[in-house]
């Protein structure tokens, strides 16, 4: 996958040079797509359109066609198409399969296992592998569409996302950033927009849980990620954009020790949103089970909603105390 900070580097410093991104699977010999790049490019580079001679399918997990937008594997068909492996039928017959949407008898397409979208004006946009499609807390996600939406904010340079499991054996994902260099904002203040950023166009389940900064991203002799090299996440620092402010009072303070170990986080202030350091609905109830226990009350879930920093948090339960000991005399 072409980068895209290397793209427009080329298209700012040769503005007359046709840039072109070609993508194709070695069993499509030899393109499947082109794109022609003449403007600055943000988030992912596009594949294009489909060669002539060539027809691609953009299908769900059950070889169902997808709409417009929508994440798919890309499989593909036509002229270019091989016969399969040599001395391999096995694997021949799981990624040459059928092609049900050609009116032309025993016609076959090859699942390449890349996952794409086709965008409104046709044009195919690469997201990434199927294989990399990962389970967290019921839900399956693609972290590529994730890394994806972080590569458009302003201060990453490159990004990986993947899963890992915490203290509790809970699956989180894990944000792995470079800066762009030269990017004079604070770590902190980058992570704060990549939330907020991500708050607006993805589903909450699909935000990390920690972003961790990394000075470049460790590589395999082939050039791909290695992402059995990418360092554990411990106990991950407090990444706001708002300054720590410490507690003044006992709720306060044990609030921010009920959410610090929750979050798996060094220490929470008193300023600092739940949903802001990684909260999730799932936490949440965990977070309102807990404080129940700690403080012998009964917050309803939306507490946290409608208060979701511990000093606004500290003040529901301050106030349900009050209620609670009143209602016992």
């Not at 016969?83 to 032309?104: E, H, I, L, W």
């Not at 972290?143 to 699956?171: C, Y």
């Amino acid at each position: 996958m072409l980068d895209p900070a290397h793209v427009n580097r080329v298209v700012a410093r040769f503005p007359n040079i046709r840039l072109v991104n070609g993508y194709g699977p070695t069993e499509n010999t030899t393109f499947t797509s082109c794109h022609a790049v003449r403007v600055p490019v943000t988030g992912a580079v596009p594949i294009g359109r489909p060669i002539f001679g060539t027809e691609v399918r953009i299908l769900d997990g059950d070889g169902g066609p997808v709409e417009i937008g929508a994440p798919g594997e890309l499989c593909v068909t036509g002229a270019g198409l091989s016969r399969g492996y040599v001395s391999a039928p096995r694997a021949t017959a799981t990624k040459f399969v059928p092609d049900p949407f050609s009116t032309v008898g025993g016609a076959r397409m090859y699942r390449t296992g890349d996952l794409v979208r086709r965008r409104a004006d046709g044009v195919l946009e690469f997201i990434g592998r199927v294989d990399r499609q990962v389970k967290v807390r019921g839900y399956r996600i693609e972290p590529a569409e994730i890394e994806r939406e972080l590569t458009a904010v302003a201060g990453i340079a490159q990004v990986v996302v993947q899963p890992q499991r915490d203290h509790a054996k809970e699956m989180n994902l894990v944000a792995y950033i470079v800066s762009e260099p030269g990017s004079d904002d604070d770590f902190d203040v980058v992570v704060a927009r990549a939330r907020r950023t991500l708050r607006e166009t993805l589903p909450n389940y699909m935000i990390p849980a920690a972003f961790v900064r990394l000075g470049e991203l460790p590589l395999t002799l082939n050039g791909k990620v290695d992402m059995a090299a990418l360092p554990a996440v411990d106990r991950a620092t407090r990444q706001c954009d708002t300054e720590y402010r410490a507690p003044s009072s006992a709720t306060e303070q044990l609030v921010c020790d009920l959410w610090s170990e929750l979050l798996d986080l060094d220490r929470v202030g008193v300023d600092d949103d739940f949903f802001e350091l990684g909260g999730n609905s799932l936490r949440a109830i965990d977070l309102i089970s807990v404080t129940d226990m700690t403080f012998e009350i009964e917050l309803p879930v939306r507490s946290l909603l409608y208060n979701p920093t511990v000093e606004e948090f500290a003040i529901a339960v301050d106030a349900l105390l009050t209620k609670t000991q009143e209602c016992e005399r």
